[in-house]
T-cell receptor, first 110, second 114 residues
């Protein structure tokens, strides 16, 4: 079983739609969580950190459920520019290596 | 300011050749990370430097892989006797300090072993 698992998609949604991605992690010692965005043939870029209380940044909302070892990302009012692969990232406590999921591909269509 | 740069951007090597991939991190960033990203997969951790010290090399897939950062800035990832399974994008990232700070990724080096 992979340490970080994501639905690979692809998710194809119309502009303005709301879309949600899920991610599960296997190591209960995981302490830090992030969502990264990666455009085709580009490097990953930090989208947002995920806090225990949940957090929101504009149209993006991230949530963490430690009991279920589950992270989610909600995108409201999708834009064409949101088309990308979204990577779930987990860091173990006191560890310097980031464990990435394989990514969920999103395509937003006009 | 300048971001993380990597060179070369593309490298084609014949099986058995040695390759060296360079990473120039953001100036002042203490931490430097190397990742390997296969097609359709997320990046896989290879190794981590804090200044010139290689603190974690647990992700290096074999002893053919070697990384260094002798002066605490530029880093080189060397792959000896390349194999076809080494074909991937090699990403370098730097952060101010550790994983508590945002990691900034370079554009990657796409290595193809024929």
């Amino acid at each position: 079983r992979k340490e970080v698992e994501q639905d690979p998609g692809p998710f194809n949604v119309p502009e303005g739609a709301t879309v949600a991605f899920n991610c599960t992690y296997s190591n209960s010692a995981s302490q830090s969580f992030f969502w990264y965005r990666q455009d085709c043939r580009k490097e990953p870029k930090l989208l947002m950190s995920v806090y225990s209380s949940g957090n929101e940044d504009g149209r993006f909302t991230a949530q963490l459920n430690r009991a279920s070892q589950y992270i989610s990302l909600l995108i409201r009012d999708s834009k064409l520019s949101d088309s990308a692969t979204y990577l779930c990232v987990v860091i173990l406590y006191n560890n310097n290596d980031m464990r990435f999921g394989a990514g969920t591909r999103l395509t937003v269509k006009p | 300011g300048a971001g993380v740069s990597q060179s070369p951007r593309y490298k084609v090597a014949k099986r058995g050749q040695d390759v060296a991939l360079r990473c120039d991190p953001i100036s002042g960033h203490v931490s430097l990370f190397w990742y390997q990203q296969a097609l359709g997969q997320g990046p896989e951790f290879l190794t981590y430097f804090q200044n010139e010290a290689q603190l974690d090399k647990s992700g290096l897939p074999s002893d053919r892989f070697f990384a260094e950062r002798p002066e605490g800035s530029v880093s080189t990832l060397k792959i000896q006797r390349t194999q076809q399974e080494d074909s991937a994008v090699y990403l370098c990232a730097s952060s101010f300090f550790g994983t508590s700070y945002e990691q900034y990724f370079g554009p990657g080096t796409r290595l193809t072993v024929t």
